[in-house]
């Protein structure tokens, strides 16, 4: 073999390299391409989430005394209460009640006469996007305590020899419990 032979091989097989390498060389990139696109496509799914977690709407109710309910705005964003039920008790309002977000404000709803029982609560609510919400929860008003009164005057005599007395009302001492469920959206109307 001559030093031409040689030389033509030795280039015929780098020629061959180049190829392959370039091949390589593309399917790299397309790799990248796909990679890059993909990681944008989960990281705007990540900031999705984040706004949304950023702005969440929640509230929580509580007892007071008196039988009284504390609403609170425990979320992110400032609500508006146009309406709330509580068993057969509601109260729409004209001009909605601002709950702001971060001075953690209340409103206080109170539930005269208590009804005992258990009784689904629902606030209408809505934010400063204007979208719509409704939270659930449950307010509960049940007996705990019955106490007689101390009769004041002697039972009266019947002819038979029975003893009868006159009407005595019964105390029943209440207690109310709250809570809340959830907070979701939902197109409510009024």
């Given at each position: ?99 702001p977000a971060e001075i953690k404000s209340k409103i206080l709803i109170g539930l005269h006469p208590p009804q005992v029982g258990q009784h689904l609560a629902k606030f209408y609510l809505t934010d400063e996007g204007n979208q719509k919400f409704v939270a659930t929860g449950e307010v509960a008003i049940e007996p705990i305590a019955f106490q ?43």
């Open positions: 073999m001559n030093e031409n032979e040689i030389i033509l091989k030795v280039l015929n097989s780098l020629s061959k390299d180049n190829t392959l390498l370039s091949y390589l060389n593309v399917v790299g990139i397309w790799i990248a391409a796909i990679g890059a696109v993909y990681f944008g496509y989960r990281q705007y799914q990540i900031n999705k989430r984040m706004q949304e977690l950023a702005d969440y709407v929640a509230v929580s109710i509580s007892p007071q005394e008196n039988f009284t309910l504390q609403l609170s705005n425990v979320g992110r964003s400032n609500l508006y209460l146009h309406k709330w039920e509580i068993g057969s008790l509601n109260e729409t309002y004209v001009k909605p009640w601002l709950l007689l009164p101390i009769s004041t005057t002697p039972p009266q005599q019947q002819e038979a020899g029975t003893q009868i007395s006159g009407f005595q009302p019964l105390n029943v001492q209440l207690r109310m419990r709250a809570w809340a469920y959830k907070t979701e959206k939902y197109e409510w109307t009024i």
